[in-house]
């Protein structure tokens, strides 16, 4: 089992930065793939950014190209998102999640091919 906290979250103009971050228990969260979804009021969660279990691999929605990063240290058990330039659109409920199984191709993209959630930060962008 995993369990998965995220941070950072905040309230920021339009064009600035934050950082989040995911942190889990379980010793074997080095092994997982992680990802970072977000969900707008009244939308279903949409991926935003992908990590392979190493951090040699990234995935990134078309929308943040660019200006998010996410990376990782698996000797803290920490998942990061870089986000810049932020946009109103950008705002959301920001959850992390994670899959014990590689994960191939369009299956990063998925939610349904992450089995470990965390409750969420929220960001909110002012234009």
């Known amino acids: 089992q995993v369990q998965l906290v995220e941070s950072g979250g905040g309230l920021v103009q339009a064009g600035g930065s934050l950082r989040l971050s995911c942190t889990a228990s379980?010793?074997?969260?080095?092994?997982?793939?992680v990802g970072w979804f977000r969900q707008a009021p009244g939308n279903q969660r949409k991926f935003v950014a992908a990590i392979n279990w190493n951090g040699e691999n990234s995935y990134y929605a078309d929308s943040v190209k660019g200006r998010f990063t996410i990376s990782r240290d698996n000797a803290t058990n920490t998942v990061s998102l870089q986000m810049n330039g932020l946009k109103p659109e950008d705002m959301g409920v920001y959850s992390c999640?994670?899959?014990?199984?590689?994960?191939?191709?369009?299956?990063?993209?998925?939610?349904?091919?992450?089995?470990?959630w965390g409750q969420g930060t929220q960001v909110s962008v002012s234009s």
């Open positions: 999640a994670a899959s014990p199984f590689a994960l191939y191709g369009s299956s990063w993209y998925t939610r349904s091919a992450y089995d470990y």
């Open positions: 379980g010793r074997t969260f080095s092994t997982y793939a």
